[in-house]
């Protein structure tokens, strides 16, 4: 039930939710509409602080959502989350794609936080492939493949990401201060 509550308020931050176990609030968000705030409330401050923006739009396929930081890895694929359709589900193309996105950013055996909203036309997607629906099949996998993996390494090998190094020694850095 955590899970499926998890997923209701990722798919609808414009909805307030509470999920009560045991008499314990497990989980309270606001209802704002703001997507990080949600994240805040469900994953914590650590990987709310730790999100890039991002965004892909082309005709018929527009994608929307969060990365997370190379440093906020886990060991599990738990934290690759993704909606097509406003849907909740399990791919393997589009694990794939961002595992292959992050993967010169990433150790070995470690694992993203991502969240995705897929919009796509309704006829591209396959939902009938296994009884549950939390699987789907794609009518261009290649290019959504494509499409996702290089929003991803682009993202993240934006300026920003990449850290200034100096080899200039302590003297001769703070000359250059000065």
């Keep these: 039930?955590?899970?499926?509550?998890?997923?209701?308020?990722?798919?609808?931050?414009?909805?307030?939710f509470q999920f009560i176990n045991n008499g314990q609030s497990k989980l309270h968000t606001s209802g704002n509409g703001k997507l990080k705030d949600v994240i805040y409330?469900?994953?914590?401050?650590e990987i709310a602080s730790n999100l890039l923006q991002a965004e892909y739009d082309t005709p018929g396929l527009k994608i929307t959502g969060f990365l997370g930081k190379p440093i906020i890895s886990r060991g599990n694929r738990n934290f690759e989350n993704y909606y097509v359709?406003?849907?909740y589900v399990r791919s393997k193309l589009l694990a794939r794609a961002i595992e292959d996105g992050?993967?010169?950013s990433m150790m070995q055996h470690k694992y993203p936080?991502?969240?995705?909203?897929?919009?796509m036309d309704g006829e591209a997607v396959d939902v009938n492939v296994h009884p549950?629906?939390?699987e789907l099949r794609f009518s261009h996998q290649e290019e959504i493949y494509r499409?996702?993996?290089d929003m991803i390494s682009g993202a993240l090998n934006h300026r920003e990401q990449i850290v200034k190094v100096s080899l200039s020694s302590d003297r001769e850095r703070k000359a250059e201060e000065k």
Excluded: C
């Design 147 to 149: 499409q996702m993996r």
């Design 1 to 16: 039930v955590g899970d499926l509550m998890t997923r209701l308020a990722l798919s609808h931050p414009h909805i307030s």
């Design 102 to 104: 992050y993967q010169t």
């Design 85 to 87: 359709n406003g849907r």
């Design 132 to 134: 549950t629906k939390m």
């Design 113 to 119: 936080f991502t969240l995705f909203y897929v919009q």
């Design 41 to 45: 409330h469900i994953y914590g401050r």
